[in-house]
């Protein structure tokens, strides 16, 4: 359990920060009110990404996979710009257009694969040191 609480909580601090820097390198679709209100935008965005990632990702995946099977696995790239998009579209103050969100979603997807590994070659380390 607090393997899963560790790992959530970083993946919400890091895809906070991949969200702000896909926001700072597109630049287009922000509001400067959220801009200005700091770190707790991009928060509160990455807090939601996590959430509808967990949520919503699995069954998109499940509804897609005809279009998953049939791209040899590309078409889970617009799935996850679709899931940061409608996260984005939650987040008040913050929006991207869809094709910028597939970019992030890129972005997410190397953070996220990152920080599993990283995370799965800790627990194995202290498992064997056990």
Partial sequence: MRRQLVTFLLRWL???FGLWLAVRLFGTGYDVG???????VFLLAGLIFSIV???LRPIVIVLSLPAILLTLGLFTF????LMVYIS?????GLQMKFWHSVLTGIILSLIN????????????SIRKES
């Avoid at 959220?34 to 707790?40: C, N, T, Y």
């Avoid at 617009?78 to 710009?81: A, C, K, R």
């Avoid at 694969?113 to 194995?124: D, H, K, N, Q």
Wanted: no cysteine; glycine share 8%.
């Fill in 14 to 16: 890091l895809n906070s």
């Fill in 34 to 40: 959220a801009i200005d209100a700091g770190a707790g």
């Fill in 53 to 55: 990632n967990s949520i």
């Fill in 78 to 81: 617009i799935v996850n710009g």
């Fill in 88 to 92: 984005l579209l939650l987040t008040p």
């Fill in 113 to 124: 694969y990152i920080v599993s590994s990283a995370v799965e070659l800790r627990y194995e």
